[in-house]
């Protein structure tokens, strides 16, 4: 499977921040590509991983599962990088 890790990290800034604008601003990425991306990712894994409402986001079943995952990817990439 091909997998882009910087979706999987565009994902865990999103859950992170609660938002696609907030997580956006803090990647500097318009919020239409962060959008775009969650989506690929998604579509990629066959699964819905985030509730979206017009004010907030939430976790699926599917997305809290994945997130545990990638929050541990995400902090070793931290601890590799320092």
Do not use: W
């Amino acid at each position: 499977m091909t997998h882009d890790l910087n979706d999987t990290l565009i994902f865990v800034k999103v859950v992170e921040q609660g938002s696609f604008i907030a997580a956006a601003n803090a990647l500097g990425l318009p919020k239409t590509t962060v959008s775009r991306k969650v989506q690929e990712l998604e579509t990629r894994l066959g699964a819905r991983l985030l509730h979206r409402t017009t004010r907030r986001i939430g976790l699926t079943e599917a997305g809290s599962v994945y997130h545990e995952h990638c929050q541990r990817i995400a902090r070793e990439l931290e601890e590799a990088e320092s």
